[in-house]
């Protein structure tokens, strides 16, 4: 029965080369058809592999097999004793400690809480390195501290955190923490800017946002309303602001409440005592509480949902096991839960089977494709003592291997704690948003009460509205929130995306140099194509 043999060619150089080893091929009685280049053939007939790989051989070439594949292994039968006997044989691999934890933080707004949690984890004895990252509201702590005392430190800091040690637990708590801050970010910022953008729009075209006799009760109802809105819809901000002031910090979030919480008062003043201030002085803001909040929230929304997508990449690396293992004892085989296996652990895999822990094979022969690991598409065949990894599937075959690595110590795991240190680092330009924005707040605060002072005593009459009036202005435009954010949202976002196509990226610096890169060079074209051959375009 004729069959078509695929090989792959070693030592071809030119065409003379092709024609030779074409002739020889095609000069056997078994041999109906040989198309050769000059790194492959691809001949049809009844001659097998070995027949064919001796007369390329005898050719001065070498061959080897590419197609068809190592026949898939029949399932074992090895009796449960020598099972047993085995296991108890081998002693259970063991994997290195892991010193890194990540830590789910909360009640972050801006850089300057970034400097105050990261100043706090690095201050708890046994602590190497502690990287917090504000666009994923996660902390990656290095050293030998336990995770109550990490999250005590947080706490002591005035924010929340929760020491999360396995990973599809961490996963799903930050997914159901994501999607209800954007849930809560979203009705917060409708319910803001609904109040908000018609006040705005009616002082605009109809009233000129000053309060007279005539309208001075409808703007009581609208500042009433204003504060309902900036205790539930912005109860955040003022929460946040007072905790940092219980601690002797300021945060974005001061600049918040101390912008529209002035704001309101001032107006407040103005419509309850419109006699105290200058008839050009009685100007209200009460939208501008109600506008920045709105717009705030909006923003934290949109930054809720860049955050869940980016985190997407490393969703998709963590999909690549398997939820369970087959695993093999002494009463047979069984499935059971991935967080179960234990480096010891004899296990089956088969055709089709992604392959759950690293390990090193024990019996039988596979073909794995591990593009995930090399980028390389051609699977690779497998035999007794060499090791598979997780994450890497099962083409074709049917081996037992020995599990050696578990959890957190696989190579899968290892890359996915790198594209998370890399999430988690800072390029230098990084590092100088976070010193600035450490200290902006402050700054702004200080400019305010400087522009307040200077018109209070050289400004004109009556100098306390019109210093109320500045400070307020100062205090309102200044909450550029992007400054802490912009940063790592790029980072994140940059780093998480390569990972999607297969691009490691090992830290954020490395990113930030790489924009100034003009060539870069590969060790092989595997590392760049699918292995996946796909017709684009036909031309007639």
Not at 33 to 49: K, L, N, P
Not at 354 to 379: F, N
Not at 397 to 415: E, N, P, Q
Request: charged letters at 20%; hydrophobic letters at 45%.
């Amino acid at each position: 029965m004729s069959q078509t043999i695929d090989l792959t060619l070693d030592g071809l150089s030119c065409g003379h080369c092709v024609k030779r080893v074409k002739e020889s091929l095609e000069q056997r009685p078994d041999v109906e058809q040989a198309d050769v280049s000059i790194t492959e053939a691809h001949v049809t007939g009844t001659a097998s592999a070995e027949q064919l790989i001796e007369t390329i051989k005898q050719a001065g070439y070498d061959a080897s097999v590419s197609h068809p594949k190592a026949k898939p292994l029949a399932e074992s039968s090895i009796p449960s004793e020598a099972l047993t006997a085995v296991s108890e044989a081998l002693p259970a691999a063991t994997a290195d400690d892991d010193d890194s934890q990540q830590l789910l933080l909360s009640g972050m707004s801006c850089a300057s809480c970034v400097t105050r949690v990261q100043n706090a984890l690095q201050s708890v004895p046994g602590v190497t390195q502690a990287r917090v990252n504000l666009a994923e509201r996660t902390a990656l702590v290095m050293g030998s501290a336990s995770p109550q005392d990490l999250v005590q430190a947080v706490e002591k800091a005035g924010y929340g955190a929760e020491a999360i040690e396995d990973d599809a637990k961490r996963r799903e708590r930050q997914q159901e923490t994501a999607v209800a801050t954007m849930k809560r970010f979203r009705w917060q910022a409708i319910v803001a800017l609904a109040v908000g953008i018609p006040v705005m729009v009616w002082g605009m075209i109809g009233d000129n946002m000053m309060v007279t006799a005539d309208n001075r009760s409808l703007w009581l109802v609208i500042g009433l309303i204003t504060l309902a809105v900036m205790v539930f819809a912005g109860g955040h901000f003022y929460r946040s602001a007072w905790k940092s002031l219980l601690n002797g910090a300021a945060t974005m979030d001061t600049l918040v409440a101390l912008g529209t919480g002035v704001a309101w008062l001032y107006s407040m003043s103005v419509n309850l005592w419109p006699q105290w201030f200058p008839m050009e002085a009685r100007h209200l803001y009460y939208e501008a509480s109600a506008m920045i909040i709105g717009l705030i929230n909006l923003g934290h929304m949109l930054e809720a949902r860049a955050r869940q997508r980016s985190s997407k990449a490393l969703e998709k690396l963590l999909d690549l096991t398997p939820p369970t293992a087959r695993v093999v004892t002494a009463e047979g085989e069984k499935s059971v839960p991935l967080a179960e296996v234990q480096p010891g652990m004899l296990l089956r895999l088969t055709t089709g089977d992604r392959v759950p822990v690293d390990g090193e094979i024990t019996q039988g022969e596979a073909w794995l494709d591990e593009a995930m690991l090399t980028g390389e598409p051609i699977p690779q065949q497998k035999g007794e003592g060499e090791s598979v990894h997780a994450g890497t599937v099962v083409q074709d075959g049917s081996v037992l291997f020995r599990a050696s690595a578990v959890g957190s110590h696989t190579t899968l795991s290892r890359i996915i704690r790198m594209v998370r240190q890399a999430q988690s680092s800072k390029p230098e330009i990084g590092q100088l948003a976070d010193k600035i924005s450490a200290v902006f707040v402050p700054v702004v605060v200080v400019i305010a009460l400087v522009s307040a002072a200077i018109w209070y005593f050289f400004g004109p009459a009556p100098q306390i509205v019109y210093t109320l009036v500045i400070a307020t202005t100062v205090l309102i435009i200044a909450c550029p929130c992007a400054l802490g954010l912009a940063t790592p949202m790029s980072i994140i976002s940059g780093v998480g995306r390569a990972a999607e196509f297969g691009v490691l990226v090992r830290d954020a610096d490395a990113l930030q140099r790489a924009s100034t890169l003009d060539t870069v060079v590969f060790d092989k074209t595997g590392t760049l194509t699918e292995g996946k051959p796909q017709v684009v375009a036909v031309k007639t």
